[in-house]
């Protein structure tokens, strides 16, 4: 089974390409496959956020490219920047994932979300897309957008010793 277990800045041949959806890519203990059907490992530091064109190298030296699946999400845009800052907000109210855009908001899709959204004057519009949301005031790393650039980032406050982000995909317990 091939093992990855070192991000990579660069490489002069990618073996492979793991395509991930972002529920994936947020454990930093994985096992599955690649499109050939080999297995695949991935160890990596406890917290560690895969992103769209990461590359991720094994001890025998083989790199692999992280790819963001394509997942169901919503487009999520408004006539004002006012507006589309209100939908932002009450998405953050709610610990709701978010990839900021420079004129929309993107979310995974859930259907109260989108009534609360549609509430609030936005616009939304059911895609396939690959979802890059923010790592959040407490996540460090960076993010991507649509533009190709690369913007990093560390924490934008203090990280508390047992702070609990909640996610709509979190057991109800």
Same mark, same amino acid.
């Given at each position: ?54 590359? %991720? ?5 083989? =790199?692999? $490219?992280?790819? +963001?699946?394509? &997942? #169901? ?43 609360? %959204? ?5 616009? =939304?519009? $059911?895609?396939? +897309?690959?979802? &890059? #949301? ?40």
């Amino acid at each position: 089974m091939l093992t990855l277990t070192t991000k990579v800045d660069s490489a002069e041949t990618i073996y492979a390409q793991l395509v991930l959806l972002y529920e994936m890519r947020e454990n930093s203990r994985l096992r599955t496959k690649l499109a050939t059907g080999e297995e695949v490992a991935i160890f990596m530091p406890r917290g560690t956020i895969l992103r769209n064109h990461d590359l %991720l190298k094994s001890e025998e030296g083989r =790199v692999v $490219e992280i790819v +963001a699946a394509h &997942e #169901p999400t919503y487009r999520v845009s408004c006539c004002s920047m006012h507006d589309l800052l209100r939908c932002a907000f009450h998405l953050g109210n709610r610990h709701t994932q978010t990839q900021v855009e420079e004129t929309f908001l993107r979310i995974l899709q859930d259907p109260v979300l989108k009534q609360m %959204l549609q509430g609030l004057g936005a616009t =939304v519009i $059911e895609e396939s +897309a690959q979802f &890059e #949301p923010e790592a959040g005031a407490y996540g460090g790393g960076g993010h991507h957008h649509d533009d190709g650039h690369f913007h990093a980032h560390g924490p934008l406050a203090p990280i508390p010793i047992r702070q609990k982000i909640h996610r709509p995909s979190d057991s109800k317990a």
